[in-house]
């Protein structure tokens, strides 16, 4: 369970402030990816990334950016521009991009 | 574009019911469909991959080609099959395979 860690489980901010949710794996994985879970509307895909230094935009990217420097982390910054950020955002990897993927525990962010 | 469809947001049945999960989906492609799980206070786990054709926890999902469908079942519910449940379709482009998710059911097992 421990292998994919997302920080800070709760995490505020006020409008017009960019915030950086972190996820970390040490599965070795190479795939990462970044969900926005909403009630009702599933998991939708913001940004994901096969390998270092790659990453692409999944279905809902505007507002959203990432970094995949390192293998073993993929930070998510929600910008100011994101409309409406208040959600539950889940990270997860994969040992390639066609497996099976694992999440991690997910960062509840609210802003104020 | 791809589309996973799960018409039902809440399911509740009595235990030892049959219960089924339906799950639709739309993709021109050859379909790679999943069944992930999330119970209450744990993270969203996989349960079963079609491509794996086995029964987990007494699940079991058959692809429908026909009718796009990719419904999950069991035969007798247990309470500690109450839970949330997402279909997932992998669709494969350029840039690599991405997961698209349905709404998602909530089922409840009642005593």
């Known amino acids: 369970d421990g292998g994919i860690t997302q920080s800070p489980k709760y995490l505020f901010r006020k409008e017009g402030q960019n915030v950086t949710l972190s996820c970390e794996q040490n599965l070795n994985h190479d795939a990462m990816y970044w969900y926005r879970q909403d009630p009702g509307q599933g998991l939708r895909l913001i940004y994901y990334?096969?390998?270092?230094?790659?990453?692409q935009k999944g279905d809902i990217a505007e507002g959203y950016s990432v970094s995949r420097e390192k293998k073993e982390s993929f930070p998510l910054t929600v910008t100011s521009a994101q409309k409406n950020p208040t959600a539950f955002y889940l990270c997860a990897s994969s040992i390639f991009s066609a497996d099976t993927q694992y999440f991690g525990p997910g960062t509840r962010l609210t802003v104020l | 574009a791809q589309r996973v469809t799960q018409p039902e947001k809440l399911l509740s049945v009595f235990k030892g019911a049959p219960v089924e999960l339906k799950c639709n989906y739309s993709y021109s492609g050859s379909p790679e469909l999943f069944w992930y799980v999330q119970y209450s206070r744990q993270r969203l786990q996989l349960l079963l991959r079609?491509?794996s054709r086995e029964s987990i926890k007494g699940f079991t999902a058959d692809l429908n080609k026909g009718e796009t469908s990719f419904h999950l079942k069991k035969p007798f519910a247990q309470e500690e099959d109450s839970a949330m449940y997402y279909c997932?379709?992998?669709?494969?482009?350029?840039?690599?395979?991405?997961?698209?998710f349905g709404g998602g059911t909530r089922l409840m097992v009642k005593p």
């Open positions: 997932a379709l992998s669709v494969n482009n350029n840039a690599g395979n991405m997961l698209t």
């Open positions: 990334s096969q390998i270092v230094n790659d990453f």
């Open positions: 079609h491509i």
